[in-house]
Nanobody, 124 residues
């Protein structure tokens, strides 16, 4: 089991930036990939970005809606994944969740390990 703790959410104006962090602990050796999802009020949870660990290729994946604006990165020594969000839009407002698991699990949103979520609000 992997424990995940997110931080870094907040309120920002349109065009602003935020950086989310997700610290993993526990059986991190079994977490091949880590990713971010978001859920806006009244909407289903959606994939945002994912990154595999170095020994799995270090590949990154992004939803089309965030490509060119968001960047996912990881610090293997700290078992932490970051999501740098630039050029934020009101439609990015959501609760952002961190997930860990195999690449397939994370990309499909089937991971058994989730964080508690952090609120991101973008004002117009």
């Amino acid at each position: 089991q992997v424990q995940l703790v997110e931080s870094g959410g907040g309120l920002v104006q349109t065009g602003g930036s935020l950086r989310l962090s997700c610290a993993a602990s526990g059986r991190t050796f079994s977490s091949v990939a880590m990713g971010w999802f978001r859920q806006a009020p009244g909407k289903e949870r959606e994939f945002v970005a994912a990154v595999t660990w170095a020994w799995s290729g270090g590949n990154t994946y992004y939803a089309d809606s965030v490509k060119g604006r968001f960047t996912i990165s990881r610090d293997n020594a700290k078992n932490t994944v970051y999501l740098q969000m630039n050029s934020l839009k009101p439609e990015d407002t959501a609760v952002y969740y961190c997930a860990a698991g195999s690449t397939r699990e994370v990309l499909r949103g089937d991971s058994g390990s989730w964080g508690q979520g952090t609120q991101v609000t973008v004002s117009s």
